[in-house]
């Protein structure tokens, strides 16, 4: 497909190889959440187990541990030895090690194959977003990012939403969700080619794009950081909100359901909107706007009306699904073709250790100002991040109206 041409900037969702990814996009969020409705029905079949309460738990969490640590080597194996076999090694790995919680024996053998998903995530995450940076170029790729992003938010309340169902009938069935996984290797083996050596710097060049920035390592490093608090602050939404809906005096569990849903729709519209954003008003600007939308949604929290609890998850949920995209889409600008693999490995384990250490941030803090305080705080946060942003892009409005001025006195 010729780049440059605007229709097919806009219609980046035709090409298959696009849509093959975003399958595998919607992956990633099945990993960890899907089975939260049935924690419950499993710490009971499991009561007999002297670690059920920590077991049980940690079957959440566990693919986020193994991901950190593996997203890494995952996108020096992508460089080197390629994307495509990476990525359906990844789905392939991804099917057993959920599906295998329908038939596992006990919790820790559970666990254990929790872990092995992990891996799978990492293997599924690196590639997905070296490839990504491979096929696509300038609009296609920002509209690609956004598309990405919803496609895991509408996918993980589909998944969550079919788990609840399942796990009415047995505290096992919804493992056997991750068995779609399987349904998608065709298309993938079908429409994912392995980029030819060299073939992604020619293409960067023919785009119009330098192969990268001498400093990515610096950058990447930066971005990284960024990306890793800003799903520490996101977090707080499904680790905490159940507990200050609680305290609140709410139904914690009908509430926190409700309000997730309205932050995974929210998101998954916002990030549809993704791509037209950031072409007004750059990555500075994008980042501008999702950091203001998240403070807003923490200042609405601490309202004491029914809806605004609502109408804060739903700001926080859009706020997010326009920072996230921007992570990856500056990485792939600013790391050479040959180093897509690691840029995404890095990346996918900045996010997995922002929301793995989430809780132990967000606990202490709100021992020590409560609930609404620790709202505030990070609202203040986000609000300076958001004047940080807006500087750059002045900055950067600055430098083009300069340069234009000088090409006019010539």
């Not at 971005?223 to 200050?244: D, K, V």
Request: hydrophobic fraction near 55%; charge should be positive; aromatic fraction near 10%.
């Amino acid at each position: 497909m010729k780049q440059g041409h605007p229709d097919q900037e806009q219609q980046v969702w035709k090409d298959p190889r696009a849509i093959a990814l975003l399958m595998a996009a919607t992956l990633t969020v099945m990993a960890n959440a899907t089975i939260s409705p049935a924690l419950a029905g499993l710490e009971k079949m499991f009561a007999d187990d002297p670690n059920v309460l920590w077991f049980s738990r940690l079957l959440v969490s566990a693919p986020s541990l193994t991901v950190i640590i593996c997203a890494p080597l995952a996108g020096i194996i992508a460089d080197r030895y390629g994307r495509r076999s990476l990525l359906l090694a990844g789905v392939l790995l991804f099917a057993v090690m959920g599906v295998a919680g329908l038939f596992l024996p006990n919790l820790f053998s559970m666990l254990l194959s929790r872990l092995g998903l992990g891996v799978a995530v990492a293997m599924i995450m690196t590639a997905q977003t070296a490839l990504i940076g491979d096929y696509f170029f300038g609009k296609q790729r920002s509209a690609l990012m956004g598309l990405q992003t919803s496609a895991r938010n509408f996918g993980g309340f589909v998944f969550i939403s079919l788990a609840g169902v399942l796990a009415v009938s047995s505290a096992r069935l919804p493992f056997a969700i991750y068995g779609l996984a399987l349904l998608m290797v065709p298309y993938l083996w079908r429409y994912i080619s392995e980029p030819p050596k060299g073939g992604a710097k020619a293409q960067s060049a023919a785009g119009g794009q330098s192969d990268g920035s001498p400093v990515w390592a610096w950058l990447l490093t930066a971005l990284a950081l960024l990306q890793m608090l800003t799903n520490m602050i996101f977090f707080l939404m499904p680790t905490q909100l159940p507990f200050f809906l609680d305290f609140r005096g709410y139904d914690s569990a009908s509430m926190t359901g409700a309000g997730l849903g309205v932050l995974m729709l929210t998101g998954g519209t916002a990030a549809l909107l993704y791509g037209r954003v950031k072409a007004r008003i750059g990555f500075s600007g994008t980042l501008a706007l999702a950091y203001g939308f998240m403070a807003i949604g923490l200042q609405l929290l601490q309202l004491q009306e029914t809806y605004t609890v609502f109408l804060g998850t739903a700001a926080m949920g859009a706020g997010y699904a326009l920072a996230m995209p921007n992570f990856p889409a500056i990485a792939l600008q600013v790391a050479p073709s040959s180093r897509r693999g690691v840029a995404g490995g890095v990346l996918t384990s900045s996010v997995f250790l922002g929301q793995f250490l989430s809780v132990f941030v967000s606990i202490p803090l709100i021992a020590a100002f409560g609930f609404e305080g620790t709202f505030q705080l990070v609202s203040m946060g986000l609000m300076s991040m958001v004047g940080i942003a807006l500087l750059v892009f002045f900055w950067r409005m600055y430098r083009r109206a300069s340069g234009a001025l000088g090409e006019l006195k010539n």
